[in-house]
């Protein structure tokens, strides 16, 4: 498989999992636009990993968005590919749990794929279509006890993007023409579910 000349947006591609992702959508050819909140983790990345460019972006506030996207299809081409990959959560018990702390999960969690889904999909549309990858967890099939509401996230549906392919990969290993990258959790073990294909999800 060959990416070559595709536009690839990785989110939270500074470090961990999404600069992983970033190295394997690079060694297949595409052209990368590596988004951060964290300018020295992302500036870094794109140092690292040949044709790609960083920017610096809060993906939980839509003028950010929307100026980083037109900026992406500006400086390297129509957008074919999108992974949204951030994600965070804290370890504490529902009556734990305040309303700032939903709000900054929920903002980052299930708001943020939704705006970069919304501003890449008109790119994508432009050309007749392109890819979205939202990762999740494994804590949509399972369960937390101490993260009721970071597994109720995890759980939710995708809706179906015509003419987009979107798929969600709910699983904190993950496997598609990338080999196989874990997502570690100091809560738990990282579990993993072997039924996702590397060759029918491929890009």
């Known amino acids: 498989m060959t990416l070559e000349n ?14 992983a992702i970033a ?10 636009a590596l988004f951060d909140i964290n300018e020295k983790t992302v500036m870094e990345a794109a140092t690292e990993i040949g044709g790609s460019r960083a920017y ?10 929307d100026a980083a996207i037109d900026r992406v299809v500006q400086e390297l081409g129509g957008i074919k590919i999108l992974i949204n990959n951030i994600g965070w959560a804290e370890a504490r018990f529902f009556e734990e749990e305040t309303d700032a702390y939903w709000d ?12 970069m ?6 790119s994508m549309k432009a050309q007749g ?8 967890s494994d804590a949509g099939r399972v369960g937390q006890l101490q993260g009721v509401v ?20 709910r699983s904190t290993s993950i496997a598609f023409a990338l080999g196989r990258l874990t997502r570690s959790s100091s809560r738990r073990e990282s579990m993993t579910r072997s039924s996702w294909p ?4 491929s890009l």
């Open 56 to 65: 610096v972006v809060d993906c939980t506030q839509t003028p950010a968005v």
């Open 150 to 169: 970071y597994s109720a996230w995890a759980s939710l549906p995708l809706p179906k993007l015509w003419p987009v392919r979107c798929r969600a990969i």
């Open 129 to 136: 279509g392109g890819h979205i990858v939202n990762l999740a």
């Open 6 to 19: 595709h536009v690839a947006i990785v989110t939270g591609a500074g470090q961990g999992i999404g600069r």
């Open 198 to 201: 590397s060759t029918e999800s």
């Open 23 to 32: 190295r394997g959508l690079a060694a297949q050819g595409a052209r990368l």
């Open 117 to 122: 889904a919304r501003a890449a999909l008109r």
């Open 104 to 115: 900054k999960l929920i903002a980052i969690n299930l708001k943020a794929p939704l705006l």
